[in-house]
């Protein structure tokens, strides 16, 4: 695999400090973006997964039109569940028809290879590689066990989390069991990437905050650690990034992960605090931000690479995914502002 003409992203994620900092954002190929509207117009969104050439085309909208330094695939956390013989309409957000939870339901899934059952997504990693022609990286992801496993169980975005957590509580050998397998599945799923082509992935834990430390710790860390080590294995950084409460950022910075992902709801001096000087974050501005004006983002961002500068490396993103009311030309701006600073 031939080295990327701009390694600033790679660089940072090895520890090492480019000449600007790299940045790229979380849902950067999206619906604020009128290119993706058009394709969007034709297709629909399972459609456009599972077509690799215009994965590609989405994939690249960002990088020609923001100029960051990375590019991520196009796709959705939750189509490794094809593995599992189980179907996902969007509407726009996930809904699962027949939820999984009882070990009746457990037994009826079917825990097949990746590689053929979600060939798809290794395709579209080719295709993208190609277009991309070692222009920036490219970064592969998955979806956590639990965050994957929260849409399994609750059968759409929740807000309460009762059925996964009222498994956890009831049954905790049932729900061990079942992460167990997940995370068999999302190391497969990831080293099939690697092996395609992606030069670095993220593991995105977006529904962690749904649990309390000490839920955390017992039943979330120790399969999430063993998805971190044996991707780590495949020779690409891995990316972890768990959102939505930042008691859990210590514990999740032992676990041996390339770059930390910080969310917006800890200040990012803080958050290289917990985590340590000496480990290289990725994040960290809130994306609502993009909706202000522009001399609100330029501040935000500066400030942000300021305090990145106390990091052993820093990527700047978002702390989470980019709103779809986002005026492309303040992406932009970002941008430029954040290689400037």
Request: charged share 20%; proline share 6%.
């Amino acid at each position: 695999m031939s080295a990327p003409q701009n390694d600033s992203f790679l660089l940072a994620c090895r520890g090492a400090r480019p000449a600007r900092t790299p940045i790229w954002l979380m849902r950067q190929a999206g619906r604020y973006l009128p290119e993706y509207r058009a394709i969007r117009a034709k297709v629909s969104f399972e459609e456009l997964c599972r077509s690799p050439e215009l994965c590609a085309e989405v994939t690249l909208q960002p990088v020609d039109i923001l100029g960051v330094d990375a590019a991520i695939l196009f796709s959705d956390i939750l189509v490794v569940l094809d593995a599992l013989g189980v179907d996902v309409v969007f509407d726009p957000s996930p809904r699962i028809a027949a939820p999984v939870r009882s070990a009746a339901d457990i037994s009826r899934l079917r825990w097949g290879d990746p590689r053929q059952e979600v060939g798809y997504v290794m395709d579209a990693v080719r295709a993208c590689k190609r277009a991309l022609a070692d222009r920036v990286p490219l970064i592969g992801f998955c979806g956590a066990p639990f965050t994957t496993l929260s849409y399994l169980v609750e059968g759409q975005t929740s807000r309460e989390f009762e059925h996964i957590k009222g498994l956890i509580f009831r049954e905790p050998a049932l729900f061990g069991g079942l992460m167990e397998s997940m995370t068999t599945l999302l190391i497969d799923y990831l080293r099939a990437q690697v092996e395609a082509g992606v030069d670095a992935v993220q593991i995105f834990d977006s529904w962690a905050g749904a649990l309390g430390p000490a839920d955390f710790r017992v039943h979330v860390l120790p399969h999430l650690r063993r998805l971190v080590e044996e991707v780590r294995g495949a020779g690409a950084p891995v990316i972890l990034f768990v959102r939505g409460n930042a008691n859990l950022l210590a514990d999740a910075a032992t676990i041996p992960a390339d770059v930390i992902g910080i969310d917006w709801t800890i200040d990012l001096q803080a958050a290289i605090a917990t985590v340590g000087p000496e480990r290289v974050v990725q994040g960290n501005l809130d994306p609502m931000a993009l909706l202000g004006p522009a001399a609100l983002v330029e501040r935000r961002a500066r400030e942000i690479v300021a305090a990145g500068r106390a990091a052993r490396a820093h990527i700047f993103n978002l702390g989470h995914g980019i709103s779809r009311h986002t005026d492309p030309g303040i992406a932009k701006l970002l941008v430029d502002v954040v290689h400037d600073a």
